[in-house]
């Protein structure tokens, strides 16, 4: 197996088989991708089993909220772009653009956030659709202090669909769902490392400040989530899987692609702990 650091985050493996890896190749795995906040591992073969199999060694493997765009069989696996096409021909720009609103992290509107996300390439397009990470470490690491001390031990609200309510993915029986509240500074438990946990797109408010203060807050701290240069950008090739960490990196999609090629991801998203949505996979 080899292992290559592609710049400050993100890791890229080659020269493995995760059907077939032991256990002390997937702890060098997981420890490389806590160091390197996103990996990237090359050239698997893999069916939907072995797929939701290697996930399960990252965490609990759960069901996204989005159900139009669930695998038929698997409720876990979440198809990224796949019916993009509506049947009079016209592109849904919900399917076509989805994750390229921005840098976000998945599943803040969770009670238990997913820790992961996980993509296998099935299709790739023969140009454009890379994805973009940055790392909310140094988006903690250059806040200025002014608003460290300001968000030190607050929570913040988070909704699928945000602020400007882009839920169109989820069934309409989905999209009142109470708002999450996750602690803004914080620290990875595992790593040990401080960063700031956001999401422009899901974040309401800022418990405890004013509604003015509150939005003049995210506006500001939103600037900091791109962090050249703890970034790394994935093209990907067919049968790359990549696995990054949401609780300390942000990703956004390009959504750049053409639009008639396809771009075909499995996708899970992995818990820490299982909770309701796990059970009812
Ligand atoms: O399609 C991509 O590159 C990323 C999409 C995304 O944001 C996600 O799967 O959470
Ligand atoms: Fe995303």
């Given at each position: 197996m080899e292992i290559r650091h592609m710049g400050p985050i993100g890791a890229l493996i080659t020269g493995v088989d995760v059907k077939t890896m032991d256990d002390a190749t997937f702890r060098k795995i997981y420890q490389t991708w806590l160091d390197c906040n996103v990996i990237a591992v090359r050239d698997q073969e893999l069916g939907v089993d072995d797929y939701l199999k290697y996930s399960r060694r990252f965490g609990f493997v759960c069901p996204h909220p989005?159900?139009?765009?669930?695998?038929p069989d698997y409720p876990e696996i979440t198809l990224l772009g796949a019916n993009k096409f509506r049947a009079d021909g016209t592109l849904d720009r919900d399917i076509y653009l989805?994750?390229?609103?921005g840098f976000h992290t998945d599943g803040?509107?969770?009670?238990?956030?997913?820790?992961a996300t996980q993509l296998y390439a099935i299709a790739i397009p023969s140009k454009g659709g890379d994805t973009h990470f940055s790392s909310a470490y140094a988006a903690y690491e250059q806040l200025p202090q002014r608003l460290k001390d300001r968000l030190e031990g607050r929570y913040g609200l988070f909704k699928y669909g945000g602020r400007k309510k882009t839920?169109?993915?989820?069934n309409p029986e989905d999209r009142d769902a109470k708002p999450a509240r996750h602690q803004i500074i914080r620290t990875h438990v595992e790593t040990g490392r401080k960063l700031l946990y956001f999401d422009q797109n899901k974040i309401l408010s800022i418990e405890g400040l004013e509604e003015a203060e509150s939005t003049a807050i995210i506006d500001e701290v939103t600037?900091?989530?791109?962090?050249p240069p703890d970034q790394y950008r994935h093209q990907w090739r067919k049968g790359d899987i990549v696995i990054w960490d949401n609780r300390c990196s942000y990703h956004n999609a390009a959504?750049?692609?053409?639009?008639e090629e396809e771009r075909i991801h499995w996708r899970v998203s992995i818990k820490e702990q299982a909770d309701s949505n796990t059970a009812r996979a």
């Open positions: 989005a159900k139009t765009t669930r695998h989805r994750g390229a609103e803040s509107y969770e009670e238990i956030p997913y820790k839920n169109l993915l989820l600037a900091f989530m791109a962090q959504g750049d692609y053409p639009p």
